[in-house]
C-alpha cells in the first residue's frame, strides 16, 4: 500500500510538473521566479538561425509574452491604442485583437504596454500603464472592466505605472507604490479575478521621500510552513502581506540606507526555498529567512549583497543567486549565506532590462540590443552561446515546450523546435 501511495504522488507529481512545464501563464513563468523546468532547450540562434517563425510588432514593449496550450497573448503599444493579441502559436499568427485603451505615451524606454498579462488557462487578464485593467476569454469576449485610475486616484509615478499584476488563488494582486508627483498614499489592491470586484486596498506608508517612493516591481508569491504571503519591495523597504485582509505582516527597511532621494526601485522580490531577495537600486540587495513577523530588518537578514542589478530581476535556484546586471556583469553567490560564487565577469557589452531566465541548467540574459548570452549554470563561469538579434529588446525571455520566445521592437520570434 505504500509503495502504491508513493508510485501515485510520483505520477501526479510528474503530471503537475508536465503541465508547469508546458505553459508560461505569466511574465515569470510557471512559479513566478523566472524558473523552467523543461529540458533540451536551444542554445544558438539568430535572426534567421533555428527561428520556426517571426512576427512583426509595431513598437517596443516591456512586456513579456505569456503562452497556454495553443495560444500567445501579448500586451502591445501600436500608436496610441493599446491592445491585447492572441496568436496563434504554432503558425505565429494573430488570431485576434483587442482594445485595452487609448493614450498610449513613450516615457524613457517604456511606454503603456509595460504590464505583462497572466492567464489561468480559461480566462486572461491584461493591465496597461493607464491603470485599465480587463479580462477576457479565449475567444477575445470581454468580460469585465476596472480604471484603477478613476477609482483611487492618477499614478504619481516619475517614469509611468509597469508593474504586472500577480495571479493567484482567483485573485488578482496589483501594487500601485508611488510618490513622486503625488501625495496619495501607496497600496496593495486585491482583485476578484472573476468578478472584477475590489476585494480589500492595503495602504502601505513608509517614510521614503522625492523619487524613492516609487517601485515599478511585480508582487512576489511567498510559499513557506504551509501559507503564502504576498512580497513588495519598493520606498526602502521590503514587506509581506497576508493575501486574505492584506494586512501587513513584517517589514525590513534598509534598502536605501543611505537616505538617497531618488532610490527608485524596479527590479522585483524573489521567493525561494524560504527566502526572499529583495533588491534595490543596485545596493544593498537584502537576503531575508522567511518566516518573520514585525520588523525583522535585523532578525531574519541572512546576508546584504552589495552588487545586485537595479533593473532586471534576479534569479536563484536555492543554492545559487544570479546577479546579471545592467552593464552585463555577473556575480554568483551562495543562495543561503551570500558567499562569493564569482563575480565580476562580463557578458556582451549592453544595457541589460530584461530579466533571466534559469532553464536546462543554463542562465538566458538578454540585453536590450537583442544579444541573449546563454551561460552554463552552476559555480563556474562558461559562456555556452551568443545570440545576436540586432533588435532593441525590454521583453524577458518565455518558455514552452521545448522553444524560447523572445520579443523585441520589430518582432515575435519562436526559437527552437516543438515538443509537446
Not at 54 to 62: C, I
Not at 341 to 353: Q, V
Amino acid at each position: 500500500m505504500v509503495d502504491g501511495m508513493k508510485a501515485l504522488f510520483f505520477a501526479c507529481f510528474a503530471i503537475t510538473l508536465a503541465a508547469s512545464a508546458a505553459n508560461w501563464p505569466q511574465w515569470r513563468g510557471p512559479d513566478g521566479n523566472g524558473i523552467s523546468p523543461e529540458k533540451g532547450l536551444p542554445v544558438s540562434w539568430g535572426p534567421e538561425e533555428n527561428v520556426k517563425w517571426k512576427l512583426a510588432m509595431p513598437s517596443r514593449s516591456g512586456a513579456t509574452p505569456i503562452l497556454w496550450g495553443e495560444w500567445i497573448f501579448l500586451n502591445v503599444a501600436d500608436g496610441e491604442a493599446l491592445e491585447l493579441w492572441a496568436v496563434d502559436r504554432t503558425k505565429g499568427e494573430v488570431k485576434w485583437k483587442a482594445s485595452l485603451a487609448g493614450g498610449n505615451y513613450k516615457i524613457n524606454k517604456q511606454n503603456m504596454s509595460s504590464p505583462s498579462p497572466v492567464t489561468d488557462g480559461r480566462t486572461l487578464w491584461a493591465l496597461t500603464g493607464t491603470g485599465i485593467l480587463k479580462a477576457f476569454d479565449f475567444q477575445g469576449k470581454e468580460l469585465w472592466t476596472r480604471d484603477i485610475q478613476k477609482d483611487y486616484g492618477k499614478f504619481g509615478l516619475n517614469w509611468g505605472f509597469a508593474s504586472s499584476p500577480l495571479l493567484d488563488a482567483g485573485a488578482l494582486y496589483i501594487p500601485v507604490l508611488h510618490g513622486m508627483k503625488t501625495d496619495d498614499p501607496s497600496y496593495l489592491l486585491k482583485i476578484d479575478a472573476k468578478s472584477g470586484k475590489t476585494i480589500w486596498r492595503q495602504e502601505r506608508p513608509t517614510e521614503a521621500r522625492h523619487e524613492s517612493p516609487d517601485a515599478y516591481i511585480t508582487p512576489a508569491l511567498l510559499r513557506h510552513n504551509g501559507k503564502k504571503e504576498i512580497v513588495l519591495n519598493g520606498a526602502d523597504c521590503v514587506t509581506g502581506h497576508d493575501p486574505a485582509t492584506g494586512k501587513e505582516l513584517w517589514r525590513a527597511n534598509g534598502l536605501n540606507p543611505d537616505n538617497i532621494a531618488a532610490n527608485r526601485i524596479i527590479a522585483s522580490s524573489v521567493a525561494f526555498d524560504g527566502m526572499i531577495y529583495a533588491p534595490t537600486r543596485v545596493k544593498p540587495l537584502l537576503a531575508l529567512r522567511a518566516g518573520g513577523s514585525g520588523d525583522i530588518t535585523e532578525s531574519h537578514l541572512a546576508f546584504k549583497v552589495m552588487n545586485g542589478p537595479d533593473v532586471p530581476t534576479p534569479v536563484t535556484d536555492g543554492k545559487y543567486l544570479y546577479l546579471p546586471n545592467d552593464r552585463g556583469i555577473v556575480w554568483v553567490v551562495n543562495a543561503k549565506t551570500g558567499e562569493e560564487i564569482y563575480g565580476a565577469k562580463r557578458i556582451a557589452p549592453a544595457i541589460y532590462s530584461s530579466s533571466p531566465v534559469l532553464a536546462d541548467g543554463k542562465l538566458y540574459v538578454t540585453n536590450e540590443e537583442g544579444t541573449t548570452t546563454v551561460l552554463k549554470a552552476g559555480p563556474e563561469f562558461e559562456v555556452l552561446a551568443e545570440n545576436k538579434l540586432g533588435e532593441y529588446t525590454l521583453s524577458s525571455p518565455a518558455i514552452s515546450e521545448g522553444q524560447i520566445f523572445m520579443r523585441t521592437e520589430k518582432f515575435l520570434y519562436c526559437i527552437g523546435e516543438r515538443r509537446k
